[in-house]
DNA sequence: GTTCGTGCAAATCCTTTGCAGCGAC
DNA sequence: GTCGCTGCAAAGGATTTGCACGAAC
């Protein structure tokens, strides 16, 4: 039984796509949309198996593509060590505050950026459909363990 | 003989980080430099490989690792179709105005974005390095194509 | 009962790496 | 002459795919 509005929206949405609601789906579900992190595929994978052991990493993969396209989810892709992350917590596009050292991302408050795109709509012609603000920096955390080394 | 002021400065900087000026590198450092588009690695290769025919992927990797470690290139990684590109053209930090249908990426107009990192040091305590500013839309040309297949 | 989804393993793609020989300095 | 750079081929990691079985509807 799931009392999660979100959740429940999503599965409606799914079933009337023609996809079928699987124990699997839903645990990965679960986990993308109430996790405040941002989670890698294996972290996914690693929390769904808590709850429903025998989900591969393969059906993860299937599974958040499928909620990707689905717009329920953001997919952030990063160049080097941090990887791919997945936010279903949030699927509307917000900027990310993301420390190099540790790559913990967080969740900045700031509006500013979403009057923007349309800006671009008359400069350019283009038609905006999202966008994408990641801020790199060293967190508190870091930056006191950092001096501390010194 | 390199009259190129910024590829000439790149070169300096490189000889006294005690780095050898190859023709490869040399050749790759024009492509990227020169080069107005945010190219793939490939495209990269492709094109050194006019100059010098023998240059090989692994060392266009190298090379650009190499100046986005000297600050002097972008990486800019996407998930997805789009893969990896390399902006050598601009290296500090700016928007982007990527085309969700042909690939293309362009460099909108926008002074905004530059002040606003200095927001976030003192709200979350973070030391900001960078930052990276993706708009996803549809551009004229593949606006124009999509209504015209329709 | 019919699909569709799953899980496994293999395949694929992009990028990095180990190493022998070459070339910049 | 030394040591870093190159190019090859092989390794590596992340994600996708093909297929047979099992499960949702």
């Known amino acids: 039984m799931q009392t999660n509005p979100r959740i429940q929206g999503i599965v409606e949405k799914l079933k009337q796509a023609g996809c ?9 579900l679960e986990v993308v ?30 599974t958040v593509n499928l909620l990707r396209d689905e717009g329920e989810l953001i997919e952030l892709g990063f160049s080097g060590s941090a990887g791919t992350r997945y936010d279903g917590a949030r699927p509307a596009p917000h900027p990310h505050l993301i420390c190099v050292r540790c790559n913990r991302i967080l969740d900045p408050e700031i509006r500013l950026f979403d009057e923007l795109p349309g800006e671009l709509t008359e400069s ?12 790199y920096g060293i967190c508190p955390e870091c930056q006191a363990a950092e001096s501390r080394s010194q």
Chains 1, 2 share one sequence.
């Open 20 to 28: 079928r609601i699987t124990p699997q789906r839903l645990a990965i």
């Open 33 to 62: 949309t109430e996790s405040r992190d941002h989670l890698t595929a294996e972290q996914i994978h690693a929390l769904v198996a808590q709850r429903f052991p025998t989900t591969s990493l393969a059906t993860v993969y299937k």
């Open 124 to 135: 350019y012609g283009y038609r905006i459909l999202s966008h994408r603000i990641d801020i």
